[in-house]
């Protein structure tokens, strides 16, 4: 019950996003069973639609909590990304996983990976730090495209034909992937609520305000530190997991630095700092991306460039940050004029 | 009297400027000591140099009976050390309630403290759900010195407490920690110094890096020549 009173709105836009493929199905005149049979028309388009933002949700989510909530800026974050959906193709494709198996193993890539930005935390800080990510990501991004992995990862083309599990073919189930690809999502939400609401969370942000401050209370901000990245590290390979699930192809471009520019952002357009704004931010940042596409073809890049500046310059902290400031201004005012409303009424005796 | 605190000779550096060329300060157990200077005369690297933000290059920092130069902030603040910054640190982004609660070392410290503390400073129980950038510079200052009595420590470095502070609030501070030094030892920096010769019992007086003078605070207060050379007040 907690859980439900203290995310009514999460829990209002779960079950719009539940009943979502459905009431597309009935708008476009396709019955239930046409659209539970995974056939064609409007529902099944929407649903691939909302996946790819499920999954760019849980990516830049990852990158809030590095970045907006612990203040580690990295430019490399896109490898984080890569490598879970680099590291679950090959484990489907060359090494004939099953699923569960595979999933593990892109949990402890990511473990691995954030070791290794961890590697450089004590010495290196602020922007030196991101540098340092942009390069290991660059590493990464040269590794994978090289003629020596051409078997394993593709090559420049990228990894393509990855097998999938039969329960989760986006081709044939895309409604279960949807719905995995959802809860997956609402899952990491409520998960970094709990972290960032918990005394390891507080920690961080106090770290992002101010490391000295935090040292100065005896915490040893190194583990921290890390304990952001880990979680962060996980949380991104998971979602490059289900990008390469979802996906016919993954592409090296995944580990460029674009790909954390994109999480940058979705994360600026929602919130920086703000957890909700990341999801926020992504169904905006996909979906700016898609009707722009439509509606103007090549120009779009163009005009998504000029929506991204006015969206920083009249909402400066985001969507979801403005409201919240908004939100404090309107309840300072009305209680302000309460105050002087019964401050100005007759008192009976 | 015991020293908790003793600093030896310490010499820093700040990138390449030598601050500290040699202070050296005692601070007995269960009294106000007041270190004492102009500004620049390196009272705050001192007070950042026995907690390891610029650890000493030369000389000893010993505390309650270790030497804790070259350890970390994180370990020697562990030790029972408690600062409260002259730039009132506390952390904007969270409410009062969370900046008290991170200071916490161990689970239920400020449920066992939380009598002392709004017992000093009655207004923060008002604005516990308030964020630190909705309080003002008065109130921030007491949630600085509050979260520093959260963990017991043994001793309280306090740097420049009254700064900047209204008279009203001044006399509210100057209760609060004459208050607390019941309690805790402190090492207080103070540019007021009719506030430093109220609260400690003891004074260091340091100049361009150097300690030049030290020993109890009614002592000081006969030496009108030392006032006036080190401390220009008459």
């Known amino acids: 019950m907690k859980i439900l009173r203290d995310h009514a709105i999460l829990g209002a836009v779960a079950v719009f996003l539940i009943a979502f493929p459905f009431l597309i199905a009935l708008l476009d005149g396709q019955s239930i069973g046409a659209m539970l049979a995974g056939q064609s028309g409007n529902s099944k388009f929407y649903q691939g639609l909302l996946i790819e933002i499920f999954i760019l949700a849980i990516f830049a989510i990852s990158y809030d909590l590095l970045f907006g909530i612990t203040g580690l800026l990295s430019f490399g974050h896109a490898m984080f990304f890569s490598v879970g959906a680099y590291t679950a193709g090959i484990a489907l494709k060359s090494l004939k996983l099953p699923l569960p198996e595979t999933l593990v193993l892109v949990v402890f890539a990511g473990v691995a990976q954030a070791l290794l930005f961890s590697i450089v935390l004590p010495r290196v800080k602020g922007i030196t730090f991101a540098l340092v990510t942009l390069g290991f990501a660059s590493v990464f991004h040269i590794v994978i495209m090289s003629h020596e992995l051409n078997d394993w990862a593709g090559g420049d083309v990228g990894l393509q034909n990855i097998p999938k599990p039969a329960l989760l073919d986006p081709a044939n189930q895309r409604l279960t992937f949807y719905f995995v690809a959802l809860a997956l999502m609402l899952l990491v939400y409520l998960f970094y609520r709990r972290f960032v609401d918990s005394p390891t969370g507080r920690v961080c942000s106090a770290i992002r305000e101010n490391e000295h401050r935090a040292q100065m209370l005896g915490f040893n901000t190194f583990y921290f530190k890390l304990a952001a990245l880990i979680v962060s590290g996980i949380t991104a390979a998971l979602g490059g997991a289900l990008h390469a699930l979802y996906q016919p192809i993954v592409s090296p471009t995944s580990a460029s630095l674009g790909y954390t520019v994109n999480a940058l952002l979705i994360i600026l357009i929602g919130g920086v700092g703000t957890l909700s704004g990341a999801l926020v931010g992504a169904a905006a940042f996909r979906l700016l991306q898609f009707y722009l596409d439509k509606l103007f073809g090549e120009s779009s890049s163009f005009i998504l460039g000029v929506v991204y500046v006015a969206l920083v310059l009249f909402l400066p902290y985001g969507i979801i940050g403005t409201w919240r400031a908004k939100k404090l201004e309107w309840r300072a005012a009305w209680q302000a004029r309460w105050r002087a409303w019964s401050a100005a009424r007759p008192r009976g005796k | ?234």
């Open chain 2, 1 to 234: 009297m015991d020293n908790l605190l003793q600093v030896r000779d310490a010499h820093t550096f700040i990138g390449q400027f030598h601050i500290l060329q040699g202070v050296t300060v005692n601070v007995p157990q269960g009294a106000i000591t007041a270190l004492l200077g102009r500004n620049g005369a390196g009272k705050t690297t001192t007070l950042k140099t026995i907690l390891g933000l610029t650890p000493p290059r030369q000389g000893q920092v010993i505390f309650d009976g270790q030497e804790i130069q070259g350890r970390h902030t994180f370990d020697i603040s562990a030790l029972g050390i408690g600062f409260v910054p002259d730039y009132r640190a506390i952390f904007r982004d969270l409410t009062v309630a969370e900046n008290l609660q991170i200071a916490e070392r161990k689970q239920g410290d400020l449920a066992r403290r939380q009598e002392l503390i709004f017992g000093l400073f009655p207004d923060l129980k008002r604005l516990i759900k308030l964020r630190g950038t909705q309080l003002s510079g008065g109130q921030q200052q007491m949630l600085a010195i509050a979260r520093a009595l959260v963990a017991e420590n043994k001793l309280l470095l306090i740097d420049e407490p009254t700064e900047g502070l209204a008279p009203v609030l001044i006399e509210q501070m100057m209760k609060a920690i004459l208050q607390l030094s019941a309690e805790t030892t402190v090492l207080l920096v103070e540019q007021n110094f009719a506030v430093a010769t109220q609260l400690a019992k003891y004074y260091v007086i340091v100049e361009e890096g150097r300690t030049v003078k030290s020993g109890a605070m009614p002592d000081l207060l006969k030496d009108e020549a030392t006032i006036h050379r080190y401390l220009g007040a008459a």
